[in-house]
């Protein structure tokens, strides 16, 4: 897994350094990954969501500082809302409100620091998820706090085929990603052997169906991972660092957003 650069990690920061970065003369901008441990198929990791979030967002930190930020990225919150996957072994899941309060918590100890933006940057997109993320923020001033999350119409458009389909739960997308970030989370051996399925999580959640075996995806994936390869992944995760910067640039102010074209 790449590693976060340590001038962008938060926790290797001492307190003195931290305190440095807070009362200089660029704004601090303070990255969360969020995830969640739950089962990506026969090939892939149960920490995959995390993974995708710490990937985009070192990328993404990338933009910022270009823009004149100091982007960190904060310790990942590795659980989430995981009951969709319920049937299988390793999905481990907390409560919406559990997961709220948690975010919630975690983002006003930054501000009470000092951080002028938290962004809280979620790639687990069971809806209580989202909602869960969502409803942290709720508390706080506008240009505070954002959410980067590609389960929106204005971000998913940018995504692969297979994303927009909603077929897309450990398959290409996912996999090609973890392929190139993460590639000791992939198991090669079995990705390749695996058929493609055409469930798309997005249509059968929208029938209020949001157990996987009942939506069909009796081994925990949709999608084709055996056409996952990395250099897809890199284009993917470019995207979702664009996604990042750009909702904390809009959030802090108009006129501050890359292109996203």
């Given at each position: 897994?790449?590693?976060?650069?340590?001038?962008h990690d938060l926790?290797?920061?001492?307190?003195?350094?931290?305190?440095?970065?807070?009362?200089?003369?660029?704004?601090?901008?303070?990255?969360?990954?969020?995830?969640?441990?739950?089962?990506?198929?026969?090939?892939?990791?149960?920490?995959t969501d995390e993974?995708?979030?710490?990937?985009?967002?070192?990328?993404?930190?990338?933009?910022?500082?270009?823009?004149?930020?100091?982007?960190?990225?904060?310790?990942?919150?590795?659980?989430?809302?995981?009951?969709?996957?319920?049937?299988?072994?390793?999905?481990?899941?907390?409560?919406?409100?559990?997961?709220?309060?948690?975010?919630?918590?975690?983002?006003?100890?930054?501000?009470?620091?000092g951080v002028q933006?938290?962004?809280?940057?979620?790639?687990?997109?069971?809806?209580?998820?989202?909602?869960?993320?969502?409803?942290?923020?709720?508390?706080?001033?506008?240009?505070?706090?954002?959410?980067?999350?590609?389960?929106?119409?204005?971000?998913?458009?940018?995504?692969?085929?297979?994303?927009?389909?909603?077929?897309?739960?450990?398959?290409?997308?996912?996999?090609?990603?973890?392929?190139?970030?993460?590639?000791?989370?992939?198991?090669?051996?079995?990705?390749?052997?695996?058929?493609?399925?055409?469930?798309?999580?997005?249509?059968?959640?929208?029938?209020?169906?949001?157990?996987?075996?009942?939506?069909?995806?009796?081994?925990?994936?949709?999608?084709?991972?055996?056409?996952?390869?990395?250099?897809?992944?890199?284009?993917?995760?470019?995207?979702?660092?664009?996604?990042?910067?750009?909702?904390?640039?809009?959030?802090?102010?108009?006129?501050?957003?890359?292109?996203?074209?």
């Amino acid at each position: 897994m790449e590693i976060i650069p340590d001038s962008h990690d938060l926790s290797r920061h001492t307190m003195k350094e931290f305190a440095a970065l807070l009362e200089g003369d660029r704004l601090v901008v303070v990255m969360v990954p969020v995830g969640a441990v739950e089962p990506h198929g026969p090939h892939l990791g149960l920490g995959t969501d995390e993974v995708i979030s710490l990937g985009a967002a070192i990328r993404a930190a990338v933009i910022l500082e270009d823009e004149g930020m100091a982007p960190l990225i904060a310790p990942s919150v590795p659980y989430g809302v995981t009951e969709s996957a319920a049937a299988f072994k390793g999905a481990v899941s907390v409560s919406p409100d559990a997961l709220t309060r948690y975010l919630h918590d975690i983002i006003s100890s930054l501000i009470n620091d000092g951080v002028q933006h938290v962004c809280l940057v979620n790639n687990h997109l069971e809806p209580e998820q989202i909602a869960a993320v969502k409803n942290a923020t709720n508390a706080f001033e506008p240009g505070r706090v954002s959410v980067a999350c590609p389960v929106t119409k204005r971000w998913a458009r940018t995504l692969s085929e297979e994303f927009k389909s909603g077929a897309c739960h450990a398959g290409e997308y996912e996999t090609s990603i973890v392929m190139e970030f993460a590639p000791g989370f992939v198991r090669e051996d079995v990705r390749q052997k695996l058929p493609g399925v055409s469930v798309s999580l997005s249509e059968r959640l929208g029938r209020g169906v949001t157990d996987f075996i009942e939506m069909g995806l009796t081994e925990a994936y949709s999608g084709d991972p055996s056409r996952a390869n990395a250099r897809h992944g890199r284009d993917q995760l470019e995207k979702l660092a664009t996604m990042i910067a750009t909702e904390v640039l809009e959030a802090i102010g108009p006129g501050r957003s890359p292109s996203t074209s």
